[in-house]
Structures are given as structure tokens and as C-alpha cells.
């Protein structure tokens, strides 16, 4: 990567070159997994701009958008006006330091800053990470959704224990997007992701399927326990106040429920039953649990 010529100028003096090892690692965007060496020399230029030292083709993105050099002991980004403004750890920031783990959010791109005495094996566990969780939400993904969800079918199966999984969507996500901007979908998706999190147990498990397709699979669960607990998740959503960048969004979802039976012996088939329950509630109007 060529050094940027230009000098930015936050509050301090640009602390000159030294033996650190310090990365960004794209965990959400066009290259998952890329990672870009940096040296506390150089000012990076982030934009859409193919010139620019991390360039990023998304038109979200302005052309000059922002830009990240080693400053006062530490690294900083400066977001300079761009359109749609630049993110660290989901606040919209006009200058910010980065500390270890710190997410960078330029526009749909998600870099992670990783800051260690052992950046390479620190990098090769984010690598790991990326395989089994969703970058934009933090929630597990569809490969560990079906990992997971293959290995509790066969232990229930054999103990005949229950299993109940829920399938939901967000009502009327593409007119978010159209409406509002792809950054405030992905805004709706972090949001209700981290919402719901907050209220699963260890046992349990919630991932992102798809889009804005998640699903929630519920161990040792009866099918009525778990319309119960798909009536409680649809209150969060319907209850949290979306706002983002100045604007309020009305988010709802809609949920089918699907236990495991005779016929449904695969994570396909749960998903596929909870799918059709889906569409059930869909039809009767959205914002409903259905099975």
C-alpha cells in the first residue's frame, strides 16, 4: 500500500514510525477477511476514490470520506463531511480514537482495528469469527446456525427431547431501505439484533439466516413455550425506538414457529415448516407470531 501524501491534522503531532503492529480487517463489505497493515507514518485516506489508500467501491461511500493516522498515542479517524458520515462501534463520530476491537463503519464496510502484541494471531482468531458470526450484526450466522442446529436435532432426537425453532423477518424491509437508505437498514438490522440478543440464554441460539431473515432455535423448548417466546421478542422490536441519523423508523416483524416432529428431522425441514408459519402471519396483517 503507497503512504498518502498528505498530512492530517487532528490535535497533536503525527507520532513517527515504530516497530507496532496495528491492522484494520474488513469484517462486513466486498473483501471479508482483507486486512490492511498499518504504520504509524502514514495517513490513510478512506473513500471511494480508486486513488485512495483504502479505497471502497460502495456508493455509499463519498469519495473523500475519511481518514485515520497514529495522532497524540494513538490511532483517530476524522470523518471529513461525507454524505452518509463515518461510525465507531455504531455512533456517528466527527473525530474518534480506536481502541482495541473498535468497529469502523464506512459506509456498508465494517473494518475491525485490532491492536495486540500478537496482531497476526489476533487476526487468524478474527478469521475464525468471521466464519461462524454475522459481521454487520455480531449474531452467529447461517453456517453456525446449521452446525448447531444439526447436532441439537440428533441429541433430541435420541433423547426425545423437544426442539422449537422461530423464523422472522422484518415487515416491509425493502421499503426501509428505499425509503430511508441502505444504512438505515443496516442500522434496523444491528439494532433489533442487539435487542434481542440481550434477552437469549446460553442454550438457546440466534442467528442471522439471510438478509433480514433470522432465525432463533430454542433447545428443550415445546412449540407453545416457544409462540410464547416469539410474542415476547415481537413486543421488543415493536417497543424499541429505532432512530438514526435524525430519523424515527417504525420496525415490526413478523414470526412462524415450527417444532421438531416426524417430519421435520433437519435444520431444511425447521426452516422450511417455520417458513411457511411465517407467511401465515404475514397474511393475517404482519407484526404476529404464527404456527
Known sequence: MKSAKTMIVFQGDITQPNDSEELLVMIHGKRIGHKIQLSRGTTYRIGRDIKADIALDDDSVSR??????????CWRVLDLDSTNGTYVNGVSIKESPLNDGALLKVGHTIFKFLSTTNVEAAYYEEIYRMAIFDGLTQIYNRRYFEEFTDREISRCLRHNRPLSLIFFDIDHFKQINDTHGHLTGDY???????QISRRMRREELFARYAGDEFVIVLPETQVEEALKFGEMV??????????FDGQRIKVTISLGVAGLSSVTTTPLHLVAAADKALYRAKARGRNQVAR
Not at 68 to 73: D, I, M, N, S, Y
Not at 188 to 194: D, G, N, P
Open 234 to 243: 415481537r413486543q421488543i422490536v415493536e417497543e424499541t425506538d429505532f432512530a
Open 188 to 194: 434496523a438490522l444491528k439494532m433489533m439484533a442487539e
Open 64 to 73: 473523500d470520506h475519511s481518514r485515520l493516522a497514529f495522532v497524540a498515542g
